[in-house]
């Protein structure tokens, strides 16, 4: 009988283990590497005829920093990347058209609410905060200047709250989806 009771409990205290709430170191550990990257966008040519100094001396950083080399032919100066961090986009005629940039990503930064919705499955509040990316600290002022995002990079930067939601199963806590 004695034996009985004491594998009873064992088993209530293991059951009550399994059942343990998520807490906000976890959720954090298990958020740290969902980056949320923040990209950017440029033209890769501009103009030669209308003596474009604006877009001349904006892409001569970008130049002597051997991000991309620019070539005259006719009558505008095409562009491409000469740095892995840049990336050429074509348009439907195979030509370069734009060149994108990472400029930083969102990371998590802190859990700010959890709720536990059943033994099995909690969702969190998370406050993401920018970090540029080397490429966009060293040279910012230009690429700011020349992003054509629908958003441009400088205007993404404040902190942002998204939803993750996290599902318990017998490895323990994954998350399941972020939004």
Request: hydrophobic share 40%; charged share 20%; net charge negative.
């Amino acid at each position: 009988m004695r034996k009985g009771i004491v594998w009873l409990l064992a088993g209530f205290f293991l059951v009550g283990c399994q059942k343990r709430e998520l807490d906000g170191e976890t959720a954090l550990k298990l958020l740290q590497f969902r980056n949320i990257p923040v990209e950017g966008r440029m033209a890769a040519q501009y103009s030669a005829v209308q003596n474009d100094i604006a877009s001349t001396s904006s892409y001569q950083p970008l130049v002597a920093a051997g991000l991309v080399q620019c070539s005259l032919e006719v009558v505008v100066y095409k562009c491409i990347p000469t740095d892995s961090r840049l990336v050429a986009e074509t348009n439907d005629a195979g030509e370069i058209a734009e060149l994108k940039f990472i400029a930083g990503n969102f990371v998590p930064a802190e859990i700010t609410a959890i709720a536990q919705i059943s033994a099995d499955v909690a969702k969190a509040d998370i406050r993401m905060s920018f970090q540029p990316t080397s490429l966009y600290t060293e040279h910012r002022g230009v690429l700011d200047t020349l992003d054509e995002s629908s958003t441009p990079v400088n205007q993404q930067q404040q902190d942002r709250i998204v939803h993750a939601e996290f599902q318990r199963d017998d490895g323990g806590w994954r998350l399941q989806n972020i939004q």
